[in-house]
């Protein structure tokens, strides 16, 4: 797994000229090696009313036009579209690409939160003490854990990783997260990533396999 800092937006100020060059080199070479950029976007702002969502189909905040055209100008060109059966989800590849038809997949819905679903935060029960190998497998009442999910989710990115070229998935949060513990090799590990809605995160799949791991959490202004 390699770490791109060239495109990490807390540090790219610090990079230098010569070490951005490098790492566009870097680029282009990986681009002629069948390389997969896998672009992780969660959905826009779910009308939830500060409720868990998961498997609630509500729908998505798209006001924001401007918000919309950084993030599309962000991704650039695309080759495949997959997109979450959400509501939310299909809202916002609507926003982002009005004559698109990406192709739906319900592997990619947000984690299952059971009787959670519909509760305010600060209804739920403190997992605050749980680790990160804990709270993966920590499962609500009639739902499912995020390895659960995981188990669900990882399929489908192996499968977008496959196809060469610039790969965009409108998903959730959850979704986000796999893939970066897929990236990490330790599943857990996803769940340390904070995920803010209409952000993206860049995950090249290089042959081998290998990840690298290029942006996370980004949202583009």
Not at 2 to 13: H, K, Q
Not at 23 to 47: F, S, W, Y
Not at 122 to 147: K, M, T
Not at 182 to 197: K, N, R, T, Y
Request: aromatic residues 4%.
């Amino acid at each position: 797994m390699v770490f791109d800092i060239c495109n990490l937006p807390l540090v790219s100020a610090l990079v230098t000229k010569q070490e951005r060059l490098t790492c566009e080199r870097r680029k282009e070479t990986l681009a002629t090696k069948g390389t997969t950029e896998l672009i992780v976007v969660r959905h826009a702002p779910a009308l939830s009313e500060g409720r868990i969502a998961g498997r609630r189909d509500v729908g998505a905040d798209c006001s924001s036009a401007l918000d919309f055209d950084a993030l599309r100008n962000a991704i650039g060109t695309v080759d495949h579209i997959l997109v979450s059966p959400a509501m939310r989800c299909q809202q916002t590849m609507a926003h982002l690409w009005p004559e698109a038809n990406g192709e739906v997949d319900a592997r990619l819905w947000e984690q299952d939160f059971g009787d959670w679903e519909g509760h305010g935060y600060s209804e739920l029960p403190d997992l605050g003490a749980l680790g990160l190998a804990e709270l993966a497998g920590s499962r609500p009442p009639r739902g499912e854990s995020f390895l659960d999910m995981a188990a669900r989710c990882t399929p489908v990115l192996l499968e977008a990783a496959d196809r060469e070229g610039k790969v965009a998935v409108i998903a959730h949060a959850g979704v986000v997260r796999v893939a970066l513990g897929l990236a990490l090799g330790e599943m857990p590990s996803g769940l340390s990533f904070q995920v803010a809605p209409l952000s993206m995160t860049t995950i090249l799949a290089l042959p081998g396999p290998a990840w690298s791991i290029e942006s996370v959490n980004w949202i583009p202004r």
